[in-house]
């Protein structure tokens, strides 16, 4: 089939990749010429683990092409997929323009028979409001040219994109249209040959449950970090607590790690969103208002952690003449995306506090830099940041983290400390080492943060 995505971003290119690599001719186009020259010549603006070399073997084959021609990309393709960003508003609500710009383009130069495909994650009704913009530039130009839209969410995990795309749980169509379903079922035929796992339904359910979705796992993540909470209050262990829960087959042990709080693309987003369309519907949300309360609180605990086990008396700046080595920048592990990263919340904290920081991550470091600029130090070295620092900060589970060498750990530190914001380490090891540890949630393992 002969596609276009609109929007080069992480939804569009690994969208455009893996439909090419199925066979079908597709063009990803962007408004952002340097990002598209960049594509042309093989420089991809993300890190995710396998685009690279699957847009480079397409780009070659002739399947994948790029450009900022729109016309082209309308003209040439039957299926238009808009994978453009919806940031949040100063109100939680989804920003829309992009899509419903991407839906007046289409409507200006569509030449035939067209299925528009809302691939961004957006608010239930926003179909109706790409069909009403389609249909306005039709108007204009007293065309009569059918098109069809689709809601196609995205269910995506940054960090296994390609994987999910190839093999996916489930892919969601929302249409009215039975000669559109059955185009949609031809396009994933392909991802479906060990099991159709393609269900078809309305298309506000289809917008609807991509935010049902995402909102239910932020509330497993936040449920947990609750009771990681209330573990170390109570002397009970989190990781014995997440072990017994989890083998409930109606619970299941995935999205109950505690840790520093959601962030990324998804969540955070997705979850003001549903709140605002709720109260556009005079529906209070008291479950995901909690939920998000609860991640903006959970996003303080580490560097609260590491004010109380070294802050001084000084009310303002407790950790003046402290230097704290962070591991982890992204918001979670095989991505450069600092998106709502609870690192930005502890580094800040930690700076408003008077720490020098120091910082290591396998692949952010260049966005990290966005962020913060010259008020932190970087290094592609995660021990270096160690020389006489006074604690180590766990933020993010990469790999290279969860076995280090902590004989070289404690030379280099100034004092044996880490907190660990990801529960990386056995609680006995660290204490058998010397170390003062201090975790999320496992008071009752013998842990303790007063260093005796």
Request: glycine content about 8%.
């Amino acid at each position: 089939m002969k596609i276009s995505v609109f929007g080069a971003g992480y939804v569009g290119l690994v969208a455009a990749a893996c439909f090419a690599e199925s066979g079908n001719t597709v063009i990803a186009v962007d408004v952002d010429e340097q990002k598209i020259e960049g594509l042309k010549n093989g420089i991809i603006p993300i890190y995710e683990p396998g685009l690279k070399e699957l847009i480079l073997r397409n780009q070659a084959e002739g399947r994948l092409s790029f450009t900022t021609d729109v016309i082209e990309a309308v003209e040439k393709s039957l299926i238009q997929f808009i994978a453009v960003g919806t940031p949040p508003g100063e109100d939680g609500s989804a920003d829309l323009q992009y899509v419903l710009a991407v839906g007046r383009t289409i409507g200006r130069h569509m030449n035939g028979f067209k299925i528009i495909v809302d691939k961004s994650t957006v608010p239930v009704g926003t179909a109706d409001k790409v069909r009403a913009a389609v249909q306005g530039e039709l108007a204009s130009r007293n065309s009569s040219l059918e098109f069809d839209v689709v809601s196609n969410p995205e269910f995506l995990k940054e960090g296994a994109a390609i994987d999910d795309f190839m093999k996916p749980d489930r892919v969601v169509i929302g249409t009215d249209n039975v000669r559109t379903a059955e185009i949609m079922k031809e396009l994933y035929d392909p991802f479906m040959r060990k099991q159709n796992r393609l269900i078809i339904m309305d298309i506000r359910s289809a917008e609807m449950t991509k935010y049902a979705a995402n909102a239910m796992l932020a509330t497993r993540i936040s449920f947990m970090n609750q009771i990681a909470g209330l573990c170390e209050r109570m002397g009970a262990d989190v990781a014995a607590v997440r072990e017994g829960i989890g083998s409930d087959s109606r619970i299941g042990y995935d999205f109950l790690f505690p840790g520093p709080g959601y962030g990324g693309s998804c969540f955070p987003k997705d979850v003001k969103a549903l709140i605002r369309t709720a109260e556009e519907c005079a529906y209070d949300f008291l479950l995901l208002k909690a939920v998000e309360e609860v991640n903006d609180r959970q996003k303080e605990v580490l560097a609260t952690k590491l004010i109380k086990a070294l802050g001084s008396a000084d009310e303002e700046q407790p950790l003046t003449g402290r230097t704290i080595a962070c591991w982890g920048l992204s918001f979670k592990p095989r991505t450069d995306d600092m998106r709502e990263a609870p690192s930005l919340t502890i580094i800040e904290r930690l700076l408003a506090a008077g720490a020098t920081v120091r910082a290591h991550d396998p692949e952010a470091l260049q966005e990290a830099h966005r962020y913060f600029g010259d008020r932190i130090e970087y290094s592609t070295n995660q021990y270096d940041i160690l020389e006489s620092a006074d604690a180590l900060a766990v933020i993010t589970d990469w790999s290279e983290y969860r076995n280090p060498d902590f004989d070289r750990i404690k030379d280099l530190l100034r004092q044996p400390l880490i907190v660990d914001g990801r529960n990386l380490y056995k609680p006995t090891r660290m204490k058998e080492t010397g170390f003062r540890y201090i975790p999320l949630g496992r008071a009752g393992n013998g842990i303790h943060e007063g260093g005796k």
